[in-house]
């Protein structure tokens, strides 16, 4: 079942950690995403369906002229507003 709530409303709440978003973000650049990303609390989220459904990331990531450290602001903004799934 998908939470109401978004992971920042999960970080604020420190349901989940900041180093934890930070290596779902590393996850996604580095392409080890093949499964949903799990977080300590049990929510999980579907990192690349997270970055399609995001307008400006999913444009920006798939541009190949851009390296790493700017697809990485994106690529945040994106896992932040997602829902993820409890359990």
């Known amino acids: 079942?998908?939470?109401l709530q978004t992971i920042q409303m999960l970080?604020?709440?420190?349901?989940?950690?900041e180093d934890e978003i930070d290596?779902?973000?590393?996850?996604?650049?580095?392409g080890a995403v093949s499964e949903p990303y799990r977080?300590?609390?049990?929510?999980?989220?579907n990192l690349v369906k997270?970055?399609?459904s995001h307008p400006g990331?999913?444009?920006f990531v798939g541009r190949a002229n851009v390296g790493t450290l700017?697809?990485?602001?994106?690529?945040?903004a994106a896992i932040l507003?997602?829902?993820?799934m409890k359990g």
Do not use: W, Y
């Open 1 to 3: 079942m998908t939470d």
């Open 11 to 17: 970080r604020t709440a420190n349901v989940i950690a």
């Open 23 to 30: 290596a779902s973000v590393e996850a996604f650049l580095s």
């Open 39 to 45: 977080f300590r609390s049990g929510h999980r989220l």
């Open 50 to 52: 997270a970055v399609r």
């Open 57 to 59: 990331a999913q444009e």
């Open 70 to 76: 700017l697809k990485r602001p994106f690529v945040r």
């Open 81 to 84: 507003q997602a829902r993820p």
